[in-house]
C-alpha cells in the first residue's frame, strides 16, 4: 500500500489517497470519526481545536462501505478556511501584508524559507503544521479497522509529560484505549496524570510548551511478519520511518528501547519455556518483534515528542528579512499534544503494519488476507 496526503493548515481541508487497500473489508465511516475525534481530545490544546470538529468525507474506493481495491480518496476539511480564504485560497490567496519573518526555532519555519526560497514562514509552516496528521490518522483509521477485523488490536498511553512518569504498565492493547481515553492526558497513572495536568498548567501560564512520551501496543499480531533478509524489510525500521516521521517525534524505541545499553543480555533477552506443549515468554523486553520480524508477542513501541517549537512567552532568534536580533513572534498554538501525538502515533503504526502484514499475506482481498493470518497463527502456536 501507498498513501500521500496533500493540504495546508488553513487551506480548504486535508485530502489522503490511500492505493493498494484490498477488496471487502467493510469500513465503518463512524469509526475514522471516531479517530479524528480522539486526536483532536488532550489537556492542553490550543483554540484552534474549539473551532474544528473533524470528520471524514470518503470520496471514492468503496460502495455502501465495503472497499472495492481501487484507490480510496478521502477529505477533512478545514473549518477555519474561512477565516484565512484570503490568504490562503489555492486560486485567489493573496501573501498576507505582514510577511512572518522571526522564524521559530524548532520550527519547519527558517529551514522551510532556505530550502523553498520564501521571505515569509507562513508558506511554510502552512504546510509543516501537525493538522497535516488529521490526514494520516484517517488512513491509519481505515487500516486499523481492517487489523481488527483480524483480530489485532492497537492501543496507546501516555507515559511521560515533561518529566512526570506514569508508573502504569499495561499488558495489552485490549481495553487500554477504552480507558486511557477517560483521562484528559490519556494517563493510567492518577497521581502522574493530576501531576502532568499541573505541569501543563505551569507551562499554559508563563508561555512556555511541554513534551513527553507515549507507548503504542499492539495486540494479536501474528509472528514472521518484516525479515532479517534485508534493511528496508526489517519490521522495527519500517515502524521506526512511519513513527519518526509524525510532527514532533525525536525518539522511536521498541521494547528495552534505549535501556538495553545499560543491561547484560542475561537480563535482557526474552527467555522461552516450554508449557504445555507451547513456547512462552514470561518477558517482552524485545517488544515483539527479533531479528525484524514479529514474534507474536505484543509489539510495544514508545514515541518522545519534543515540546511545540510555539511558545507565547517566545525564543530569541533572528529575522530572516533584516537579518537583526529578535523574538520569535507567538502565533496561537497547543502548549501540549502529546496525548494526541500517541493517537496519531497509533494510526500510523495501524498503516505499517496493515502494509507489511499484507505483504506476507498477499493484498488483494480481505478473504485471502485472513486465510492466510490463520495459517500463519497456526504455524507460530508450537
Ligand atoms: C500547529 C499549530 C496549531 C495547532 C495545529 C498544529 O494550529 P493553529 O496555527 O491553527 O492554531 O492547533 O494542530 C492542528 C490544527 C491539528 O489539527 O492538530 C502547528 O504549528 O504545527
Given at each position: 500500500m501507498k498513501y500521500i496526503t496533500a493540504g495546508e493548515s488553513h487551506g480548504i481541508g486535508l485530502t489522503a489517497v490511500l492505493e493498494g487497500f484490498p477488496s471487502n473489508v467493510t469500513v465503518s465511516e463512524q469509526a475514522v470519526n471516531d479517530q479524528l475525534k480522539r486526536r483532536q481530545l488532550g489537556y492542553g490544546r490550543g483554540g484552534r481545536m474549539k473551532i474544528e470538529s473533524d470528520r471524514v468525507?470518503?470520496?471514492?474506493?468503496?460502495?455502501?462501505?465495503?472497499?472495492?481495491?481501487?484507490?480510496?480518496?478521502?477529505?477533512?476539511?478545514?473549518?477555519?478556511?474561512?477565516?484565512?480564504?484570503?490568504?490562503?485560497?489555492?486560486?485567489?490567496?493573496?501573501?498576507?501584508?505582514?510577511?512572518?519573518?522571526?522564524?521559530?526555532?524548532?520550527?519547519?519555519?527558517?529551514?522551510?524559507?532556505?530550502?523553498?526560497?520564501?521571505?515569509?514562514?507562513?508558506?511554510?509552516?502552512?504546510?509543516?503544521s501537525a493538522r497535516e496528521t488529521?490526514?494520516?490518522?484517517?488512513?491509519?483509521?481505515?487500516?486499523?479497522?481492517?487489523?481488527?477485523?483480524?483480530?489485532?488490536?492497537?492501543?496507546?498511553?501516555v507515559t511521560n509529560i515533561a518529566g512526570v512518569k506514569s508508573g502504569v504498565c499495561p499488558e495489552s492493547a485490549e481495553g487500554?484505549?477504552?480507558?486511557?481515553?477517560?483521562?484528559?492526558?490519556?494517563?493510567?497513572?492518577?497521581?502522574?496524570?493530576?501531576?502532568?495536568?499541573?505541569?501543563?498548567?505551569?507551562?499554559?501560564s508563563r508561555g512556555d510548551t511541554a513534551g513527553g512520551e507515549a507507548e503504542i501496543i499492539v495486540s494479536g499480531f501474528p509472528a514472521g511478519v518484516g525479515s532479517y533478509a534485508q534493511y528496508y524489510r526489517k519490521?522495527?525500521?519500517?515502524?521506526?520511518?512511519?513513527?519518526?516521521?509524525?510532527?514532533?517525534?525525536?525518539s522511536v524505541s521498541v521494547g528495552l528501547g534505549a535501556e538495553v545499553a545499560n543491561l547484560f543480555g542475561s537480563s535482557v533477552?526474552?527467555?522461552?519455556?516450554?508449557?504445555?506443549?507451547?513456547?512462552?515468554?514470561?518477558?517482552?523486553?524485545?517488544?515483539?518483534?527479533?531479528?525484524?520480524?514479529?514474534?507474536?508477542?505484543?509489539?510495544?513501541?514508545?514515541?518522545?515528542?519534543?515540546?511545540?517549537?510555539?511558545?507565547?512567552?517566545?525564543?530569541?532568534?533572528v529575522d530572516i528579512k533584516s537579518g537583526e536580533q529578535t523574538v520569535a513572534a507567538p502565533e496561537r498554538s497547543d502548549y501540549c499534544a502529546v496525548p494526541a501525538a500517541g493517537v496519531v502515533a497509533e494510526n500510523a503504526v495501524a498503516f505499517a503494519l496493515a502494509d507489511e502484514l499484507m505483504k506476507v499475506t498477499g493484498g488483494d482481498d480481505f478473504r485471502t488476507i485472513s486465510e492466510r493470518v490463520a495459517e500463519m497463527r497456526k504455524r507460530s502456536a508450537l
Open positions: 468525507h470518503i470520496l471514492s474506493g468503496m460502495f455502501g462501505s465495503r472497499t472495492l481495491g481501487s484507490p480510496i480518496a478521502l477529505f477533512v476539511e478545514n473549518r477555519d478556511f474561512e477565516k484565512w480564504r484570503e490568504y490562503t485560497h489555492p486560486v485567489t490567496g493573496k501573501p498576507a501584508a505582514k510577511a512572518l519573518t522571526a522564524v521559530r526555532p524548532g520550527h519547519a519555519d527558517y529551514t522551510g524559507c532556505v530550502k523553498y526560497a520564501f521571505d515569509d514562514a507562513r508558506f511554510v509552516l502552512e504546510r509543516a488529521a490526514a494520516r490518522v484517517a488512513v491509519g483509521a481505515l487500516c486499523r479497522g481492517m487489523l481488527l477485523d483480524l483480530g489485532i488490536t492497537i492501543g496507546s498511553h487500554l484505549n477504552e480507558l486511557a481515553d477517560k483521562s484528559e492526558v490519556r494517563c493510567l497513572d492518577n497521581i502522574a496524570e493530576k501531576a502532568m495536568i499541573k505541569k501543563i498548567d505551569e507551562c499554559m519490521l522495527d525500521a519500517v515502524l521506526g520511518m512511519h513513527l519518526m516521521s509524525v510532527q514532533a517525534v525525536k533477552h526474552d527467555e522461552m519455556f516450554c508449557e504445555g506443549g507451547k513456547a512462552v515468554r514470561r518477558t517482552n523486553n524485545a517488544g515483539g518483534i527479533e531479528g525484524g520480524m514479529s514474534n507474536g508477542e505484543n509489539i510495544v513501541l514508545r514515541v518522545a515528542v519534543k515540546p511545540i517549537p510555539t511558545l507565547m512567552q517566545g525564543l530569541r532568534t
